[in-house]
């Protein structure tokens, strides 16, 4: 029987798509999310002035369009791989199994919401299921920077949202190469696309990726550039430093900048367009589809996380952060799934006008 040639000798798909293809369908036309995979799996590729770069010689392996999520990203296809079928109609915020309202036990303070990313964190290191957790911490400025969290410490560290864009996957480059084995990651759904597709396709790279351990992913509409909304937003408009602030939230279509004193500083969300980084426009993933388990706000009371359960890594985690007492459960309100599912379909829609905007092709809903 005569073989097909990719069977006789398998290499990867996107052999001869070299970062030069990767920057001029996704880098220049401001198409790329700052997510970090290319920056965390290719050795020649380097974060440099807020960009992805090339610092050495391109031999056109091809790794870094093949996991970008910007260049090609098919969803029917990664969802028949990690859930066995593909999404039904009446299913916008993705395929998932279960949908509650949960908040971290004891009420973490600095958590965003309810602090169900950092509890289900620390369930995971302390039950073995990770030896790390990559999580986007900040510093007095508000400048994100990522830290690889070996204790339940620092990951209570990173707690809170940061509304800037922050290439987090990065990080992974560091934890595996520091011989990190069940490394877990918590980011914005873009993030975790692509380290979903680093672990869903089938190209014969072989980088560590099977020490990706587990995925959680937030809810995300939008997020901003540092220097547009320190210097327009909290500088230009309210007056303020950035290390006068205490907390950033979104909350009933207002944007809002609390500051130490607890003085409330809002404009409606429509007003922060200007401050948007620019690679949020092509994006249609609202709640995370590909993650183990998603984490949201929208839907829950104050003080409490929408959660949503997907595969059976997250299922688990969830359900043992819970036998635990790290996390206590209700029942999320049908108004509240409602809405989070209405915002997760305007998304979409956002998607596809910016697509034919922007002239993306290779992202498939
Ligand atoms: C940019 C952004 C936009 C969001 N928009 C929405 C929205 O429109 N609707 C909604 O319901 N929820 C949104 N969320 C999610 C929400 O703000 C909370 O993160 C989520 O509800 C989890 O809350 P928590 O209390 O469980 O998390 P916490 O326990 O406080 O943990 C939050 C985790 O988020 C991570 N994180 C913080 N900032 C970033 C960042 N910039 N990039 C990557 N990871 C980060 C930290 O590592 C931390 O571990 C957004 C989050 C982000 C980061
Ligand atoms: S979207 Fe992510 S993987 Fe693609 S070019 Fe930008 S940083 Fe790299
Ligand atoms: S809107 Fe999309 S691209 Fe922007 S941070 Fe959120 S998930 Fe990433």
């Known amino acids: ?26 880098i220049k036309p401001d198409i790329c999310c700052r997510c970090g995979t290319c920056e965390a799996f290719c050795p020649r590729i380097d974060h440099v002035e807020n960009r992805p770069d090339l610092v050495n010689y391109d031999p056109l392996c091809g790794l870094c369009f093949t996991y970008c999520p910007r260049t090609f990203l098919d969803m029917a296809a990664m969802e028949s791989k990690l859930f066995g079928r593909t999404r039904k109609e009446d299913e916008p915020l993705g395929i998932y199994r279960k949908a509650v309202a949960a908040q971290a036990q004891p009420v973490l303070e ?18 073995g299921m ?30 809170g949202t940061k509304y800037t864009i922050h290439n987090s996957v990065m990080a992974v480059k560091d934890a595996l190469e520091s011989g990190y084995q069940k490394i877990g990651f918590v ?13 869903l396709l089938d190209e014969p790279y072989q980088f560590g990726q099977d020490r990706i351990a587990l995925l959680v992913g937030l809810f995300c509409m939008e997020n901003f550039d540092y220097d547009a909304l ?19 939230e979104i909350k009933k279509g207002m944007f809002r900048v609390i500051d130490k004193a607890g003085k ?34 929208v839907g829950s009371a104050d003080g409490w996380s929408t959660v949503l359960t997907r595969t059976d890594v997250g299922e688990k985690l969830y359900g043992d952060a819970l036998a635990a007492g790290l996390v206590a459960e209700k029942a999320v309100s049908e108004k509240g799934l409602a809405l989070a599912k209405r915002l997760a379909a305007g998304k979409v829609e956002r998607f596809l006008l910016k697509s034919e905007e922007m002239k993306v092709d290779g992202i498939i809903r």
């Open 110 to 127: 600095a958590a965003q919401d309810g602090g169900v990313a950092t509890a289900l964190l620390i369930e995971a290191m302390q039950s």
């Open 187 to 199: 980011g914005t759904p873009c993030q975790i696309q692509g380290l979903r597709k680093v672990k």
């Open 130 to 159: 990770i030896d790390c957790a990559i999580v986007t911490g900040r510093d007095d400025e508000w400048r994100t920077e990522t830290i690889i969290a070996t204790s339940p410490e620092e990951i209570r560290s990173a707690a």
């Open 1 to 26: 029987m005569i073989m097909a040639a990719k069977e006789k000798f398998a290499e990867p798909t996107y052999l001869e798509y070299g970062f030069g293809e990767l920057e001029h369908k996704v």
């Open 264 to 297: 409330a500083h809002e404009v409606k969300i429509e007003e922060t367009d200007p401050y948007t980084f620019p690679g949020c426009g092509p994006c249609f993933d609202f709640a995370s589809e590909l993650a183990d388990v998603s984490v949201g706000s």
């Open 230 to 248: 320190m210097n327009g937003l909290v500088k230009g408009k309210f007056g303020l430093m950035p290390k006068d602030v205490d907390r950033f």
